[in-house]
């Protein structure tokens, strides 16, 4: 399996911002998969996360309301659209599948 996230950037606050997540591998369509986020000198935060079948959706009370997830299964692709950004949600944002992580993609905010 492999996991490659692309999307970010440099945004203004109350923009948005869609980042694509596309996962290789036989068991995408098996797989429930999540986004996670980090910045420097603190621990990963999860963000949101999709069930293999997309029936089961969790989100962060800190971007619920805000952020919305999905899947598009024939592209092997999970979506995470992002609206009314604040500085805060600046940082690098990760994709797992199952038990593999990506290599991030950076998400700024500026105020």
């Known amino acids: 399996v492999q996991v490659e996230e692309s999307g970010g950037g440099l945004v203004q606050a109350g923009g948005s911002l869609r980042l694509s997540c596309v996962v290789s591998?036989?068991?995408?369509?098996?797989?429930?998969i999540a986004w996670y986020r980090q910045v420097p000198g603190k621990e990963r935060e999860w963000v949101a996360a999709i069930g293999w079948d997309g029936s089961i959706i969790h989100y962060a009370d800190s971007v619920k309301d805000r952020f919305a997830i999905s899947r598009d299964d024939a592209k092997r692709t999970i979506f995470l659209q992002m609206n009314n950004l604040k500085p805060e949600d600046t940082a690098l944002y990760y994709c797992?599948?199952?038990?593999?992580w990506g290599q991030g993609i950076q998400v700024t905010v500026s105020s």
């Open positions: 591998g036989n068991t995408f369509r098996t797989t429930s």
């Open positions: 797992k599948a199952d038990t593999t």
